[in-house]
C-alpha cells in the first residue's frame, strides 16, 4: 500500500551560531562550534537535514564546589581543585565545550573578586583548546561585576556569557558587544518572556548570530514537562518564523537534576530509588534527552558518564535511519 | 477525519423537525462536530448516514485495552502531537519482558521483584503495569510453562510474544479466559494464523513490519480477518529510526485519518550493546507516542525516573497539579515553632513537605495560592508577592495558632523580605534556602533559636 511521508512546510529556520574563535579569527580557541540551523524538528531527517549537531557543553567549577552532590566529586576526583585540570578532564570525557560557572564566593567565604574570576578563566582558555560559556554565580550584581572583567580580559573569544537576564541584560550585552562576545539570554520558562529579552538584547545591536537562548528548564519530577513544552512551542514558533525565536536554545540539565534529593541524597531514601549513583546518572540523563528531543541545542551536563551516554544518544539521533521509511 | 457541521448537515435529513430537542438539523449539526450530542437523538437518520458518521466519529488512533483478572491497560485515543495543544490521554504501559529461556528460578525472582515495585512521587503510587514474555526458544512447552510461572508471580496484565501461532497458543491456553492479553507478533510470514488466534481469543494483536507500507498492508489484511484491535511495532530498533516512524505514524492518523496505521505503537526499548541506551530509548518512546513501552532491564533506578517521566509527560499542561491552599501542619508543631511558606504547585509542596517532615522538625506551612505555579514561575508572574503571602497568612489564621511569629520565605524570593516585613509588621521575616533539599539543616542551624 503506499504510503505518504508526511512532511510539514516550514518557513523559518534556527539561526546559526558559532562559539569560539580560533586564532586566524582574533581568539586563541583550537577549534570552534556551529549549532542551530534546522529547519525541521529535532532529528527528523525525512523533512530536513540537521545541519549542525546539538553538543554537550561540561560544567566545571572555578573552584571545589560546596553544594555538589559527592558523587559528582568522586568521578572527577582530584580535578575539581583546579579548573585547567577538570577543563581537561572534561575534554577528555567528551566536551563539545567548557562551561565555566564562577562560585560567589572562595573557599573562605569573601566574594569572589574581578581579578580571580579572570585568573580562572585565564587557566580554563590556556588548558583546554575547546570553545568556552563563562556563567556568573546568578547573582544579577555579582554577574555584571565578574563577567565584564572577564569579557575585558579575555577580548575576541567568542565566549558565551551568561546568565544574561531581564534584570543585567544591558551590562551583560554592552560588554559582549565591545569585546567580541555571545551571550546566553535566560529566561523562566515562559515563551512570551524569551521572545521579549531576545527583542531587548538584539535592540541594543546585538547581532542575532550572538545569541542563544537559554529558556531554563526542569529536572524530570521537578517541573520537567514545563520546560519541555516551552522548547517545543519556542521551536515550533521559530520554524513558522517568527524571528525572535530562532535562536538555539542552551538548557542546563546537569544543574538541574544534580539539585534534585534523588541525585544529591544517598542516605536514608526509599529502597525504591535503587543505586545512588546510577540514579543521579539516570536523572541527568534522561531529562537531558527528553530536552534534546524538544530540540536543545547545546546541553550542559555534569557527570562524565551523563556525556558519554549523551554523546551517544547524539551521534545516534544525528544517523538517518538506514532502511526505506516507507 | 472529523466531518464539519456543515458536512455532518448534508447528511442529516434536513426537516428541522425539531424531534433531537434542537431547533434546526443545522444547530444539531453543529453540536454533533462538537460532540456536545450523540447521533442517536435524531430518530430520522438513514443507516448510510448513519455508517458515515460513525466511519468519521473513530477515534483517529485506536483505543486499545489490555486486561487480566485485575488491571487494565488502556492506549491509544490521542488527539494530538504536541501535549501543549491539548493533553496526552493515555500513559504508555510499561511492560517488562522476560524470556522463556530463562530458568524457572530466574523468572521467578524478576517477576516477583517488578511486581511488587512501588515508588511514592508527589503522593503518589507508581510501578510498571505488565509483563511482556517472550518465546525466546521457539518450544511450544518452554512458552507455556514460562507463561504458568510469570502467572503465578503477577495479576497485572501480560503480552504474549511468540514467533508462531502454534506457540503463542500453547502459551495463551495458560491464562484464564476472562483476561484479554496483548498477542504478537504477526508479520508478513505469519499473519494469518496470528489473526485466526487473536481473533478467537479476542484479543488485541502487535503487528510488526518494516516499512510503514508493510505495515499498512498487514494492518488491513489482518482487519479484514476479522482482527480490530491491532498495535503497531514500526520495527526500528535505533533512536533516529523509531522517531521517524512513529511521528510519522502520528502524524497520518492525526492529520490524515489514515486508518491503516490508526493504531497505538509497541516501543521494545532493547539495545543489546549498551544498557544505557535502552534507558533513553524507553525516555524517547514515553515522549514519543509509544502506547507500550517494553524493558529488558528492570533496575529501580531506571525504572523511577522512567515513571516520573511518564508522569510528567502525560499531565494535563492545562491544569498544573495543584494541592489546597491552607495552612498545614507538619511534626505536631506548636506555638513556638517557625512558620514557612511556599506555593501551591503540588511538586513544590511535596519537595518542602517531604524535606520537613523527613527532618523530624516541627514547622507550620503556609501553602500560598499561587495559582498552581513554583516559587519562581509564580513569582515572575506576579502571582506570589508580598501581597499575597500576607493575605494568606491573615486569611489562614496563622496569627491564632502560633506565639513566636517568625515566617520563612523560600531563598529564591528573597527580595520580598522588604516588603513583607511592611505588610506584615509584628512578623519577623526569615529568608530560607533555595531549595527544598536544604531545609532540613537550614532549619537545625538557621532557626535553631
Known amino acids: 500500500m503506499p504510503v505518504e511521508i508526511l512532511k510539514e512546510t516550514w518557513t ?15 581568539g586563541t580557541r583550537g577549534r570552534t562550534v556551529t549549532v542551530g540551523g534546522e529547519r525541521s524538528l529535532p532529528f527528523l531527517h525525512f523533512e530536513a537535514p540537521m545541519p549542525h549537531r546539538p553538543v554537550v557543553a561540561v560544567e566545571i567549577k572555578d573552584r571545589r564546589p560546596d553544594d555538589w552532590s559527592p558523587v559528582l566529586l568522586r568521578a572527577w576526583g582530584e580535578v575539581v581543585n583546579d579548573p585547567g585540570a577538570w577543563a581537561q578532564a572534561a575534554a577528555a570525557a567528551g566536551a563539545d565545550l567548557i562551561l565555566l560557572a564562577l562560585s560567589l564566593t572562595d573557599a573562605e567565604g569573601r566574594p569572589t573578586t574581578p581579578a580571580a574570576a579572570v585568573a580562572a578563566v585565564r587557566k580554563v582558555l ?3 583548546p575547546l ?9 544579577a550584581e555579582a554577574d555584571n561585576e565578574l563577567l565584564v572583567a572577564v569579557a575585558e580580559a579575555t577580548k575576541g573569544e567568542r565566549l558565551l556569557l551568561g546568565i544574561c537576564e ?3 541584560y544591558r551590562t551583560i550585552v554592552a560588554t559582549a558587544l565591545a569585546n567580541g562576545h555571545l551571550v546566553n539570554a535566560r529566561t523562566p520558562m515562559d515563551v512570551n518572556l524569551a521572545k521579549q529579552l531576545n527583542i531587548l538584547i538584539t535592540d541594543m545591536g546585538m547581532p542575532l548570530d550572538r545569541i542563544i537562548m537559554d529558556p531554563t528548564t526542569g529536572a524530570v519530577g521537578y517541573g520537567f514537562e514545563y520546560g519541555y513544552s516551552v522548547m517545543e512551542r519556542l521551536r515550533l514558533a521559530a520554524l513558522q518564523g517568527d524571528r525572535m525565536t530562532q535562536l538555539p536554545m542552551l538548557v542546563t540539565p546537569g544543574f538541574e537534576a544534580w539539585k534534585t534529593k534523588e541525585a544529591k541524597v544517598g542516605n536514608g531514601v526509599p529502597a525504591a530509588w535503587g543505586d545512588w549513583e546510577a540514579r543521579g546518572i539516570a536523572w541527568e540523563t534522561l531529562t537531558a534527552l527528553g530536552l534534546l528531543e524538544a530540540g536543545a541545542d547545546i546541553l550542559v551536563l555534569r557527570h562524565p558518564e551523563s556525556v558519554r551516554r549523551l554523546q551517544r544518544a547524539i551521534a545516534d539521533l544525528m544517523t538517518p535511519p538506514s532502511g526505506p521509511l516507507v | 477525519m472529523a466531518l464539519t457541521g456543515i458536512q455532518i448537515y448534508k447528511l442529516l435529513p434536513q426537516t428541522n423537525c425539531k424531534d433531537c430537542g434542537f431547533p434546526t438539523c443545522l444547530a444539531f449539526a453543529m453540536k454533533l462536530a ?3 450530542v450523540e447521533l442517536s437523538a435524531c430518530p430520522h437518520v438513514s443507516e448510510s448516514a448513519r455508517a458515515q458518521l460513525a466511519e468519521s466519529a473513530a477515534p483517529p488512533v485506536r483505543l486499545v485495552t489490555v486486561r487480566s483478572d485485575s488491571t487494565e491497560i488502556k492506549v491509544g485515543n490521542e488527539v494530538v502531537l504536541f501535549r501543549h495543544e491539548k493533553t496526552f490521554y493515555h500513559r504508555p504501559g510499561l511492560l517488562v519482558r522476560v524470556g522463556d529461556d530463562r530458568t524457572p528460578s530466574a523468572l521467578e525472582a524478576t517477576v516477583a521483584a517488578a ?20 518465546s525466546v526458544t521457539g518450544d511450544p512447552g518452554r512458552f507455556a510453562a514460562a507463561v504458568q510461572t510469570v502467572r503465578r508471580h503477577t495479576r497485572r496484565p501480560l503480552a504474549l510474544l511468540a514467533p508462531s501461532a502454534a506457540v503463542l497458543g500453547a502459551g495463551l491456553e495458560m ?9 504478537g507478533v504477526a508479520a508478513a510470514d505469519n499473519w494469518q494464523d496470528m489473526a485466526d488466534l487473536a481473533r478467537k481469543a479476542r484479543a488485541p494483536l502487535v503487528v510488526r513490519g518494516h516499512t510503514l507500507s508493510e505495515l499498512a498492508d498487514l494492518t488491513e489484511k489482518i482487519k479484514a480477518a476479522g482482527v480490530e484491535d491491532m498495535v503497531l511495532d514500526p520495527a526500528a530498533r535505533d533512536l533516529a529510526g523509531h522517531l521517524a516512524l512513529s511521528t510519522l505514524i502520528r502524524r497520518l492518523a492525526l492529520k490524515k485519518t489514515f486508518r491503516p496505521l490508526g493504531y497505538p505503537l509497541i516501543a521494545f526499548a532493547d539495545a543489546v550493546d549498551d544498557p544505557a541506551v535502552a534507558s533513553m530509548l524507553a525516555a524517547q518512546a514515553i515522549l514519543k507516542y509509544a502506547g507500550f513501552v517494553v524493558i529488558d532491564h528492570f533496575a529501580p533506578e531506571t525504572i523511577y525516573p522512567l515513571l516520573v517521566l511518564r508522569q510528567n509527560i502525560y499531565t494535563d499542561p492545562q491544569k498544573p497539579i495543584q494541592v489546597q491552599p491552607g495552612l498545614y501542619e507538619i511534626n505536631n508543631p506548636k506555638p513556638e515553632d517557625p512558620v514557612l511558606v511556599t506555593t501551591n504547585f503540588s511538586i513544590t509542596y511535596f519537595s518542602v513537605a517531604n524535606e520537613v517532615e523527613g527532618s523530624g522538625l516541627p514547622a507550620w506551612l503556609v501553602v500560598a495560592d499561587a495559582e498552581g505555579m513554583s516559587v519562581l514561575t509564580a513569582w515572575a508572574a506576579g502571582k506570589f508577592d508580598a501581597e499575597r503571602i500576607a493575605k494568606d497568612v491573615k486569611r489562614f489564621g496563622v496569627d491564632a495558632k502560633v506565639s513566636r511569629r517568625r515566617l520563612v520565605i523560600p531563598g529564591h524570593v528573597a527580595v520580598l523580605s522588604g516588603e513583607l516585613e511592611a505588610e506584615l509588621p509584628d512578623w519577623e521575616i526569615r529568608v530560607g534556602p533555595r531549595e527544598a533539599v536544604d531545609l532540613p539543616r537550614y532549619m537545625k542551624e538557621a532557626l535553631r533559636n
Open chain 1, 126 to 128: 590556556e588548558a583546554c
Open chain 1, 131 to 139: 570553545p568556552l560559556a563563562v556563567f556568573g554565580p546568578g547573582q
Open chain 1, 166 to 168: 531581564d534584570k543585567n
Open chain 1, 12 to 26: 523559518g529556520a534556527v539561526q546559526t551560531v558559532t562559539l569560539g574563535a580560533t586564532p586566524a579569527q582574533g
Open chain 2, 175 to 183: 491464562i484464564a479466559a476472562n483476561e484479554t492479553p496483548l498477542l
Open chain 2, 115 to 134: 511486581d511488587a515495585y512501588r515508588v511514592s512521587y508527589v503522593g503518589m503510587d507508581l510501578g510498571i503495569d505488565g509483563f511482556a514474555v517472550e
Open chain 2, 34 to 36: 462538537a460532540k456536545q
